[in-house]
């Protein structure tokens, strides 16, 4: 191995000479590689980190599992309550891996201004609501706070708020139908106080949710206090939902039914499950050109260093050390690429990270910046993959070595 490693530097060194043919086509192999690697890293970290954010987003506003009575399964609105005296709340320890549970109730409504009107649904929480998801959502003003008695305070997307030209301190006259009203009710009325403004970038469901005191649905709904709309359940690892949802199912009472985002809005996480395949198709073009032009690097340098391989071959060396001299060089060209390559590729991403330099329009991508997810157990694997996959393509070329004899070659010299 000491020869082929002392041959293969000494050819490095040979290849940097000005009057080399093969410098400018190296350059361009190496240039290659570091281009491949760099699109390789922005599309695993910009595909995995849209995955992740949006799935966030919606585990945000309805939790991992949802908890419901079966009439309420595909409501937007909760229709038929349920008790909050279950064995699974407020600690569900039948089933590992949960990291919070918390009850909700929703209810629509519309808010009414001098001039326009919108509807809305009014998700319904209590004291013990987890916020530290709408924390990163929030741009103005403060979370409400339904610890005490019974209050007005809302918290309202930024998108309702510009459409009705609402902001903090206002007050948001909101109006609800009566169940099972007629058409001479007259409906509930509640004047809710803006304490708060959020924005999650998912118009979806920010052009549809407040967030108020659960004890404002109660009351119109005639629920006791112990009586909600649904139970929303936060598991530790989303790659894991459907195995949680069904050992929930399997642990809550026959007359609920419980379901999973992945199941509720299968329209976005489907369209998300096509970035794995779009994600592997690119990766495996990029690598396939990056591949091509190392074969053409090594076919041309093989045919310039024709000589020296009769050379070699005359005292005695055997092909395979000879393509393994190659082989060394044309990886060592390739940890080239690879080291340009992942400098520019984790720098660009870093500074998308930081900055949000890249905007993307939330009505198709349901973000407003194109997130990053650097993972160092990703980057390490492309980079291995990348090495292994284009050296292994180097060894069908390099045979070409076999084919070259002493006599011609040295005569060719």
């Known amino acids: 191995m000491n020869f082929e490693y002392f ?3 000494r050819l490095i060194k040979g290849k940097e000479h000005k009057s080399s043919i093969s410098t400018p086509i190296i350059k361009i192999a190496i240039f290659a590689i570091a281009i491949g690697m760099i699109m390789m890293l922005i599309t695993v970290a910009t595909g995995i980190g849209l995955q992740r954010k949006i ?28 008790s909050s005296n279950q064995d699974f709340y407020p600690e569900f320890t039948d089933v590992e891996e949960i ?24 998700k319904g929480v209590d004291d013990q609501y987890d916020w530290n998801t709408f924390k990163e959502y929030l741009i103005e003003g403060r979370l409400p706070d339904f610890t005490g008695k019974l ?74 206090s112990d009586q909600i709309g649904n139970f929303e359940v936060f598991i530790d690892d989303f790659d894991k939902i459907d195995q949680k949802g069904q050992e929930i199912y399997e642990n809550i009472p026959s007359t609920m039914d419980s379901q999973t985002i992945s199941l509720k809005y299968a329209t976005i996480f489907e369209w998300l499950k096509l970035f794995d395949l779009n994600v592997i198709g690119i990766i ?68 998308q990270e930081n900055y949000g330099v890249i905007k993307l329009n939330p009505e198709t991508y349901y973000v407003s910046t194109a997130p990053v997810y650097i993972n160092f157990g990703h980057i390490v694997l492309l980079n291995v993959g990348t090495i292994i996959l284009c050296v292994l393509m180097l060894l069908i070329p390099s045979y070409i070595i076999t084919k070259i004899t002493p006599t011609k070659s040295i005569r060719f010299q």
């Not at 045919?303 to 391989?309: A, G, I, Q, S």
């Open 55 to 82: 799935r966030e987003k919606v585990a945000a506003f309805n939790g991992h599992v949802i908890i419901s009575s079966f009439d309420n399964n595909s409501s937007v609105e909760s229709l038929m309550p349920i």
């Open 284 to 351: 495996g073009i990029i690598i396939l050109v990056a591949g091509i032009n190392m074969i053409t690097a090594l076919l041309v340098l093989i045919l310039e260093r024709t000589p020296m391989v009769g050379i070699l071959k005359a005292l005695g060396t055997t092909n395979w050390s000879i393509r393994k001299v190659f082989l060394y060089n044309a990886a060592y060209l390739i940890l080239i690429g690879l080291f340009w390559g992942n400098l520019i590729g984790i720098g660009l991403l870093l500074l």
């Open 7 to 9: 041959i293969a530097k």
């Open 151 to 224: 209050n007005e305070e809302i918290l309202l997307s930024s998108h309702i708020a510009n459409r009705l030209g609402l902001g903090i301190g206002d007050k948001a006259i909101t109006y609800f139908l009566k169940k099972n009203s007629t058409s001479n009710s007259k409906p509930y009325i509640r004047v809710f106080k803006i304490v708060g403004i959020y924005n999650s970038g998912f118009q979806q469901f920010d052009e549809l949710y407040l967030f108020a005191d659960i004890r404002h649905v109660r009351k119109m709904n005639k629920w006791t």
């Open 99 to 122: 990291t919070h549970i918390q009850a909700v109730a929703s209810k629509m409504g519309l808010i009414r201004t001098e001039t326009d009107f919108d509807g809305v649904v009014v």
